[in-house]
T-cell receptor, first 110, second 113 residues
Framework: RKEVEQDPGPFNVPEGATVAFNCTYS??????FFWYRQDCRKEPKLLMS???SGNEDGRFTAQLNRASQYISLLIRDSKLSDSATYLC???????????FGKGTSLLVTP | SQTIHQWPATLVQPVGSPLSLECTVE??????LYWYRQAAGRGLQLLFY??????ISSEVPQNLSASRPQDRQFILSSKKLLLSDSGFYLC????????????FGNGTRLTVT
């Protein structure tokens, strides 16, 4: 089983729609979780950390479910500029670095 | 504020040639430093990480090496490039090992011909 798994998509949604991505992780001892955004041919950029109680940043909401070992990202009122690949990130078994999922591609259309 | 510089932005090298990619971080002391590679259509692969000067850990055995000659400088090298070394190389830094987010440089797109 891969350490971090994501549905690669693509998710094609119209502007204004709500879209959600899930990500599963294999190591139950993982403690740190993040969502990154990566635009085409650019470096990944931190979107938000994921806290145990769930957290929100504007149109973005992140949730953590430790029992089922998944994290989620909800995007409300999608904008064209939200089109990107969203990477799920979890700290590794060794604890020395973060493990990246392969990403979920989102395309928001007019 | 902290910034990370990585160069060059793009590089085309023939098979068998050497490689040197450099990364420097400003605005923070004793950062953890990382080299990742992203092959076309694939996820990010951790290559090396460093928690201090001269301390390098390799995650994947290959023909690449890394060095950290100064606190905020991280270098990725190869003596002889392979075609399979092509990819998007990303340097990153973090404050705490494994529990804080990574901050990436702009990346180097390497094409080995």
């Amino acid at each position: 089983r891969k350490e971090v798994e994501q549905d690669p998509g693509p998710f094609n949604v119209p502007e204004g729609a709500t879209v959600a991505f899930n990500c599963t992780y294999s190591n139950s001892a993982s403690q740190s979780f993040f969502w990154y955004r990566q635009d085409c041919r650019k470096e990944p950029k931190l979107l938000m950390s994921v806290y145990s109680s769930g957290n929100e940043d504007g149109r973005f909401t992140a949730q953590l479910n430790r029992a089922s070992q998944y994290i989620s990202l909800l995007i409300r009122d999608s904008k064209l500029s939200d089109s990107a690949t969203y990477l799920c990130v979890v700290n590794t078994n060794s604890g020395y670095a973060l493990n990246f999922g392969k990403g979920t591609s989102l395309l928001v259309t007019p | 504020s902290q910034t990370i510089h990585q160069w060059p932005a793009t590089l085309v090298q023939p098979v068998g040639s050497p490689l040197s990619l450099e990364c420097t971080v400003e605005g923070t002391s004793n950062p953890n430093l990382y080299w990742y590679r992203q092959a076309a259509g694939r996820g990010l692969q951790l290559l090396f990480y460093s928690v201090g000067i001269g301390q390098i850990s390799s995650e994947v055995p290959q023909n690449l090496s890394a060095s950290r000659p100064q606190d905020r400088q991280f270098i990725l090298s190869s003596k002889k490039l392979l075609l399979s070394d092509s990819g998007f190389y990303l340097c990153a830094w973090s404050v705490l090992t494994g529990s804080s987010p990574l901050h990436f440089g702009n990346g180097t797109r390497l094409t080995v011909t």
